[in-house]
């Protein structure tokens, strides 16, 4: 049988990094999409870059798709415009990309029901916006997918079905589950990390500022990566995971507790032990 | 004239990888290397590796040197075996690597005089042993030389060539204010990034733990790395720099106090300010 996404156009709903990822990838398997873009000067560029095979402002080019990817912003996917709204097509199945999955269930679901699928392909870059789309990005990594009692299945399968053409591995679970891993792996490091710069840069006298920047390697370029990454985006995950980000941070303070009173007391065999663990534990966080 | 390291046999204390990255270079360079190595076995294959001209379990290897650079962890260079401070040739200028300069100097200076210089070649990968040492270790990075009042300038100068030598940069500061930055960019980073590590494992049930390991991607990769290296080596750190690292560790939790003030009030304002200043210092500490 042939896919939906492959007998009716496909709808991208915004062209940045993921929505222009997507229309690249979903082209060269075959498939015809229609995106719309919010302002007309990125619509030109994603034509010019043929990141979807029509793109229009006008919500109505979404008319004839059998499947919608919402590729917005979080604060844009909770609070989506009227306009758009009205145009998705009434049968349509409809999933978004967002990086927190129990609030947008709480506000799609209500309202279109089963046909509409929490999901979230874990895949980025440095890059953000309508040049930032890329082929192959969602190549051999997650693709959530968040099921729930309404959850039609055929629905379901058709986003599964699609983040496997696009190379992705889906992976089912509940959206509370997704939404506590990610805090703990995803918007815990960021505050993780931006602590460190804020620690490095008012940790030092002025006097001794130009000192550690020069002796910064890349142990500290690492560490301090995703703290130095996107604000907008690390707001946004923040406030709308803000209770599972609570938690982790709540493990985080205890880990760090832990480690600060062994160096407080100096028990050094101690300290060498927990960095055993951790050198231990980290292998089965990195991807195969 | 003739640096010093080229008319007269260089001593490498220790061949592990900055002892045997060190004698690649310098041989390479046209210096003699004769090395001492704490296990026959270790000599006898830092002489396959061709890491030295000579290589010796004998501390008299180093009787005929004008320059010896002492490679050992931290924990022996400030407890020196006896036989390897006897050997030492009495007029040679000795300097050291370690990643802690004040208790090196405080143990090493009383001893040897103007004719010990401190020193700190910022360079690493993620391998130890006799099999790391490699060829341009050193190029571009920071190679730290710490005077004090006492500081023979012609000892200093040597030190310097040499690292000039070998394309590092030298940069000459006091060894409280070298140890005071490392806290900042090395040795903290290292109990933030440990702590990440064991939230992400203890911070999540064990129904939970595989999907936080199946979703966790270059970010969580990224700032996990340190936190999961050598614990020798970052307990070593933590114990003989622990006042700088106190503070270091003070400046952290005001910033991660901060950060997750933030989040408990959801002041999503304050915390984009917050994020977007991370963003805006962070090129500062990366290296050209």
Not at 100 to 112: H, Q, S, Y
Not at 113 to 142: D, N
Not at 250 to 260: G, K
Request: hydrophobic share 45%.
């Amino acid at each position: 049988m042939t896919p939906l996404w492959q007998s009716r156009p496909v709808g991208v709903v915004g062209l940045g990094l993921i929505g222009g990822s997507l229309g690249l990838d979903l082209r060269r398997r075959g498939a015809t999409v229609h995106a719309l873009a919010h302002r007309a000067e990125t619509a030109e560029r994603a034509r010019e870059r043929g990141l979807a095979d029509r793109v229009d402002t006008d919500p109505a080019v979404l008319g004839e798709c059998g499947l919608v990817l919402l590729c917005l912003p979080l604060d844009r996917l909770l609070a989506p415009e009227p306009a758009l709204r009205e145009a998705l097509p009434p049968a349509a199945i409809v999933t978004d990309v967002g990086s927190v999955k129990g609030p947008l269930l709480d506000a799609w679901e209500p309202w279109l029901g089963g046909r509409f699928v929490g999901s979230h392909p874990m895949a980025g870059t440095a890059h953000s916006g309508v040049e930032a789309g890329e082929e192959g990005l969602f190549r051999g990594r997650p693709w959530v997918v968040t099921p729930t009692p309404r959850s039609d299945p055929a629905a379901l399968e058709a986003v599964e079905t699609l983040a496997k053409a696009l190379g992705a591995v889906p992976i089912r679970c509940g959206a509370g589950d997704h939404d506590r891993a990610v805090a703990l792996i995803s918007h815990l490091p960021v505050l993780v990390s931006a602590a460190l710069l804020r620690a490095a840069d008012q940790g030092a006298t002025a006097e001794l500022a130009p000192l550690v920047r020069a002796l910064a390697s890349s142990g500290f370029a690492d560490t301090s990566r995703v703290g130095g990454g996107n604000p907008e985006l690390g707001t946004l995950m923040a406030r709308h995971n803000r209770p599972a980000l609570r938690v982790a941070l709540a493990a985080y303070r205890q880990a760090l507790d832990d480690l600060e009173g062994l160096v407080e007391v100096g028990d050094w065999e101690g300290l060498r032990q927990r960095l055993e663990h951790c050198q231990m534990l980290r292998p089965g966080f990195l991807q195969d």
